[in-house]
């Protein structure tokens, strides 16, 4: 039995899909970081950054940040077919996007979430929100400019990746500006929330009220 230290609409999430898509057993142990000090000390225990995602192994190792644990199990799972294996020429793509999606968008969620992290006081915060906002609009454009997609982002068969991107696309600034962003991609994760295999997840662990294109009903922060 895989262990994910996990939240309903966080990181976790295209983790918890990709388990759920090849059948894999796994339990969650819901932790809400960004709102619950006791949340965040029971997640240190096996993540000092007291972050999540963490994945622990049958064996009791950890693995921390979300793209490496997609990594990990799409390729400890191979027959899941759900990443590029080794000698597979689109490979090198899917590994320069999954750490980019993870570096260029993801990480700025640290800010987002605090920006008094970084900034001085408080009244600059609101701007320093707005200007990560166009940096990941940006990124989100940059990526897009820059794949040739078939039905999904690396061809015509859905990967981590796929997932990965879903996920991420639907915090802030939110998908509707998204879908501006990244006309390629729109159709793309579109696609994936549609996915028959996944409609009793996205319910559960991520679901579409109304107006979610607009915001992060969890993350409502970011």
């Known amino acids: 039995m895989l262990t994910i230290f996990g939240a309903a609409g966080s990181g976790s999430v295209p983790v918890e899909a990709m388990l759920t ?9 819901e932790a809400i970081t960004w709102e619950d000090e006791a949340a965040r000390k029971r997640v240190e225990a096996v993540n000092p950054l007291r ?4 994945l622990v192994l ?3 190792e950890v693995i921390t940040e979300s793209a490496a644990i997609l ?3 799409a390729d400890l799972y191979p027959e899941a077919r759900l990443a590029p294996g080794l000698g597979n020429p ?5 590994l320069r996007w999954m750490t980019y999606v993870s570096a260029a968008v993801y990480a700025l969620v ?3 979430d605090d920006p008094t992290r970084i900034v001085a006081s408080e009244e600059q915060a609101p701007h320093v929100v707005d200007r990560i906002r ?6 989100w454009r940059m990526m897009d400019e820059q794949i040739t997609p078939g039905r999904y982002v690396l ?21 509707t500006r998204f879908y501006k962003s990244a006309p390629k991609m729109a159709e793309i994760v579109r696609r994936v929330d549609a996915d028959p295999r996944l409609k009793g997840f996205w319910a559960k662990r991520f679901p579409f009220h109304e107006g979610w294109e607009g915001s992060n009903p969890s993350l409502s922060a970011l």
Request: glycine share 8%.
């Open 58 to 60: 049958p064996s009791g």
């Open 90 to 94: 689109k490979r090198a793509q899917y």
């Open 51 to 54: 972050q999540v995602p963490a």
């Open 110 to 112: 640290w800010i987002i």
């Open 71 to 73: 990594i990990y199990l």
């Open 134 to 139: 166009d940096r990941r609009a940006d990124c």
């Open 155 to 175: 061809g015509d068969e859905l990967s981590v990746l796929d997932l990965y991107v879903a996920v991420i696309s639907r915090f802030a600034p939110g998908r």
């Open 21 to 29: 898509l090849h059948g894999i057993p796994y339990e969650v142990i």
